[in-house]
């Protein structure tokens, strides 16, 4: 079993992937992190003419964005009904809005840009992983539709072997928006256009120090400084101290993955008879589908850390698998790796400035589309072509409790843990 990122062993980073080997000595915007927000910023300031530098600390799309299960859909981390309910009904459709733009600007990137990246849009799926989940969902299906003019398909329990190949589940909830992808593919074809748009991508240049200047900011990385009119943090939950006050607000989270070999086309076909991908009704989640080449990726979060041993995870994940798809029993896993969330108090993503320091981040376990939307829109903010964007005006909590270490995470597990088991 490999301890690695499936995705980036079947489709490792472009060799011909055009980055600088100088740093240069000034740049309109510096962007620091090279994922999907610090890419899809960089694409829309190059394609508006600005001149725009990623410093990334590994290589590009070294972080989440390589590693995730390249499952999305419509909708934030933080339930829509909850969003109408904590910002009104205006921001609940506003953030409604964006999660479907955020959609098309990925159908925007593969169509448009011509990121070949695996896409398929056959529609996701939440199963219910208790009975009582089941029976709480005719009234979501119908405030999605009465709210948001939006169609969902509710499976009964007895109805579900028509769409997966498990018994484990209390029927399930269908969005025919859901999609999913190659999320290395995705990533590196994002670095090749903003290359061709012209942003300069500086791989190995981690940011130590952001020294503010009367006409901008002096950014030092390990590989020299750069001068730069202004700053923007893409680290989500790679996010380190470099900018005071911004840890507090973002707690990394781990999400750990495994694939198992090519199943046949026959089990594929059980377990996945529309295409669809999932993911269950529990806090603590698992999400999963079929890759491109037909093995069963599972994910979940173990328990939030993000130090667990991959040999044990995967140990823990397999059994998970097997007792949905017994029929995987005696399929080989072939790889096991991690990756960092940034986890926020309310659930949604941010864009905010410290110091004038512009951030986006905060995508809470859903960033496929959020993180390219949150890219787009602060790049829009620095150009001005947009004034201002709803995740800037909603408060970005952080508390007095956490400063740099995550302590309260295990009491967090348990709590959350506890809500699985009574629910
Ligand atoms: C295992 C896993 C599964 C997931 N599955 C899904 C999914 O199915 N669907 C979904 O919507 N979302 C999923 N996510 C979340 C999604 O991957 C992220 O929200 C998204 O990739 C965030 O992109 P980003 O560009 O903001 O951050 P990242 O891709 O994490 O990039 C941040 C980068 O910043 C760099 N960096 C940090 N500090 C510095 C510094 N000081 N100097 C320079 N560079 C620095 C890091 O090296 C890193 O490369 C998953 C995440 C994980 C880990």
């Given at each position: 079993m490999k301890l690695t990122s499936f995705w980036t062993d079947d489709y490792p980073r472009p060799d011909d992937l055009q980055v600088v080997e100088e740093l240069p000595s000034d740049t309109k915007v510096a962007i620091i992190g090279g994922g999907y927000t610090g890419l899809s910023a960089a694409r829309t300031l190059a394609k508006s003419g600005v001149s725009v530098t990623v410093l990334e600390s590994e290589t590009i799309g070294w972080g989440a964005s390589s590693r995730n299960a390249g499952i999305t859909g419509c909708s934030l981390k933080q339930k829509s009904h909850k969003i109408f309910k904590i910002y009104g009904e205006e921001y609940g459709h506003m953030f409604w809005e964006i999660s479907l733009d955020a959609l098309e600007l990925i159908k925007e990137l593969v169509y448009e840009e011509g990121i070949d990246c695996d896409w398929h849009q056959n529609g996701d799926m939440c199963v219910y992983y208790k009975p009582s989940h089941y029976e709480e969902n005719p009234e979501w299906k119908h405030w999605h539709k009465d709210t948001l003019d939006h169609e969902l398909e509710l499976v009964a329990p007895e109805d579900l072997r028509s769409v997966i190949g498990s018994n484990a589940y209390y029927g399930g909830l269908i969005d025919e928006h859901g999609a999913d992808l190659h999320p290395a593919k995705l990533v590196f074809g994002m670095a090749e256009v903003a290359a061709k748009y012209g942003a300069?991508?500086?791989?190995?240049?981690?940011?130590?120090?952001?020294?503010?200047?009367?006409?901008?900011?002096?950014?030092?990385?390990?590989?020299?400084?750069?001068?730069?009119?202004?700053?923007?943090?893409?680290?989500?939950?790679?996010?380190?101290?470099?900018?005071?006050?911004?840890?507090?607000?973002?707690?990394?989270?781990?999400?750990?993955?495994?694939?198992?070999?090519?199943?046949?086309?026959?089990?594929?076909?059980?377990?996945?008879?529309?295409?669809?991908?999932?993911?269950?009704?529990?806090?603590?989640?698992?999400?999963?589908?079929?890759?491109?080449?037909?093995?069963?990726?599972?994910?979940?979060?173990?328990?939030?850390?993000?130090?667990?041993?991959?040999?044990?995870?995967?140990?823990?994940?397999?059994?998970?698998?097997?007792?949905?798809?017994?029929?995987?029993?005696?399929?080989?896993?072939?790889?096991?790796?991690?990756?960092?969330?940034?986890?926020?108090?309310?659930?949604?993503?941010?864009?905010?400035?410290?110091?004038?320091?512009?951030?986006?981040?905060?995508?809470?376990?859903?960033?496929?589309?959020?993180?390219?939307?949150?890219?787009?829109?602060?790049?829009?903010?620095?150009?001005?072509?947009?004034?201002?964007?709803?995740?800037?005006?909603?408060?970005?909590?952080?508390?007095?409790?956490?400063?740099?270490?995550?302590?309260?995470?295990?009491?967090?597990?348990?709590?959350?843990?506890?809500?699985?088991?009574?629910?």
């Amino acid at each position: 079993m490999k301890l690695t990122s499936f995705w980036t062993d079947d489709y490792p980073r472009p060799d011909d992937l055009q980055v600088v080997e100088e740093l240069p000595s000034d740049t309109k915007v510096a962007i620091i992190g090279g994922g999907y927000t610090g890419l899809s910023a960089a694409r829309t300031l190059a394609k508006s003419g600005v001149s725009v530098t990623v410093l990334e600390s590994e290589t590009i799309g070294w972080g989440a964005s390589s590693r995730n299960a390249g499952i999305t859909g419509c909708s934030l981390k933080q339930k829509s009904h909850k969003i109408f309910k904590i910002y009104g009904e205006e921001y609940g459709h506003m953030f409604w809005e964006i999660s479907l733009d955020a959609l098309e600007l990925i159908k925007e990137l593969v169509y448009e840009e011509g990121i070949d990246c695996d896409w398929h849009q056959n529609g996701d799926m939440c199963v219910y992983y208790k009975p009582s989940h089941y029976e709480e969902n005719p009234e979501w299906k119908h405030w999605h539709k009465d709210t948001l003019d939006h169609e969902l398909e509710l499976v009964a329990p007895e109805d579900l072997r028509s769409v997966i190949g498990s018994n484990a589940y209390y029927g399930g909830l269908i969005d025919e928006h859901g999609a999913d992808l190659h999320p290395a593919k995705l990533v590196f074809g994002m670095a090749e256009v903003a290359a061709k748009y012209g942003a300069l991508l500086c791989e190995n240049a981690a940011v130590t120090r952001i020294d503010k200047q009367a006409n901008g900011y002096l950014v030092h990385t390990d590989r020299g400084s750069i001068q730069a009119d202004h700053v923007v943090v893409a680290t989500n939950g790679y996010t380190d101290g470099v900018v005071r006050g911004l840890r507090s607000r973002v707690i990394p989270v781990g999400s750990y993955s495994i694939v198992t070999e090519p199943l046949s086309e026959e089990i594929q076909q059980e377990i996945s008879p529309r295409g669809l991908t999932f993911w269950d009704s529990k806090w603590f989640l698992n999400y999963f589908r079929l890759t491109p080449d037909g093995r069963m990726l599972w994910g979940g979060r173990n328990n939030l850390s993000t130090t667990l041993d991959l040999v044990g995870s995967a140990e823990i994940l397999r059994k998970e698998m097997v007792r949905a798809f017994p029929q995987l029993r005696d399929i080989p896993v072939t790889h096991s790796w991690s990756g960092q969330l940034g986890l926020t108090f309310d659930l949604m993503p941010h864009i905010g400035t410290i110091d004038g320091i512009y951030y986006a981040l905060g995508n809470c376990g859903h960033g496929l589309h959020t993180a390219i939307y949150l890219g787009r829109e602060v790049a829009q903010l620095i150009t001005g072509e947009k004034v201002s964007s709803p995740f800037e005006e909603i408060p970005h909590k952080s508390y007095f409790f956490y400063r740099k270490r995550a302590w309260f995470m295990p009491f967090a597990v348990m709590f959350y843990r506890i809500r699985d088991w009574l629910s």
